[in-house]
């Protein structure tokens, strides 16, 4: 598969547990990016990391959120005390390197569905 | 701040008419302007942007947009709609940095 994939594709857990969210970017892309689309509302940045430099994290939502990638590869978003107000389908995408203000487009997964009871 | 507005919550058109969805933005720098496009149970997928040179940009699927610089719009067109073109349309631009700001999306209904 050439595509960004992401697992899992749905999370049920019980409020107050952490979960954790993977994705695979595609091959040789550098830039990563992890999104959270709330029902009926539109992509909402989380944060941005590319190679080995400092990731932009402006805008995870509160310190129960954090994410880490080794290098290139895979990375995972995780979320502790998990609250109700983070249902939401949480999209991971890729691109090829960029500069600021790059202007690749980005390929993103299927998305991890995740409901918080 | 920068923002992405898209007007209209759905679209409906006729199979066979021409289509618009609206985007306009508010940017302090020069935008790079993206369209994508959600089917229902798949990802997001790209469809064209507008980096610099001419404004009607083309796409997949036949679509284009025109980029306006005075009147800070990215409208996505297609002559001929398809049934098959329903879907959940985000208009996103980036300037500076490496975010990139979404709209709240338009859902487009075409109708047989």
């Given amino acids: 598969g050439a595509g960004v994939s992401q697992s ?11 979960v954790e969210l993977r994705c695979d970017p595609i091959s040789g892309h550098t830039a990563l990016y992890w ?13 941005y990391f590319q190679g080995n430099s ?13 994410a880490e990638r080794t290098g290139e590869s895979v990375s995972t978003l995780t979320i502790q005390r998990t609250q109700q107000e983070d249902s939401a389908v949480y999209l991971c ?22 409901t918080v009871l | 701040a920068q923002s992405v507005a898209q007007p209209e919550d759905q679209v409906n058109v006729a199979e066979g008419n021409p289509l618009t969805v609206k985007c306009t933005y508010s940017v302090s720098g020069n ?3 993206f369209w994508y496009v959600q089917y229902p149970n798949r990802g997001l997928q790209f469809l064209l942007k507008y980096i610099t040179g001419d404004n009607l940009v083309k796409g997949s699927y036949g679509f284009e947009a025109e980029f306006n610089k005075s009147q800070t719009s990215f409208h996505l067109k297609k002559p001929s709609a398809l049934v098959s073109d329903s879907a959940l349309y985000f208009c996103a631009v980036r ?3 490496f975010k990139t700001i979404f709209g709240a999306g338009t859902r487009l209904f075409v109708k047989a």
């Fill in chain 2, 95 to 97: 300037t500076g940095g």
């Fill in chain 1, 35 to 47: 999104y959270r689309q709330r029902l009926g509302q539109g992509l909402e940045f989380l944060i």
């Fill in chain 1, 54 to 66: 400092a990731p932009d994290k402006s805008g995870l939502p509160s310190d129960r959120f954090s």
């Fill in chain 2, 31 to 33: 935008p790079y302007l």
């Fill in chain 1, 8 to 18: 899992p594709s749905n999370k049920v857990t019980e409020k107050g547990k952490d």
């Fill in chain 1, 93 to 114: 995408a890729s691109s090829l390197f960029e500069l600021a203000g790059g202007y690749n487009e980005q390929f993103f997964g299927p998305g991890t569905r995740l």
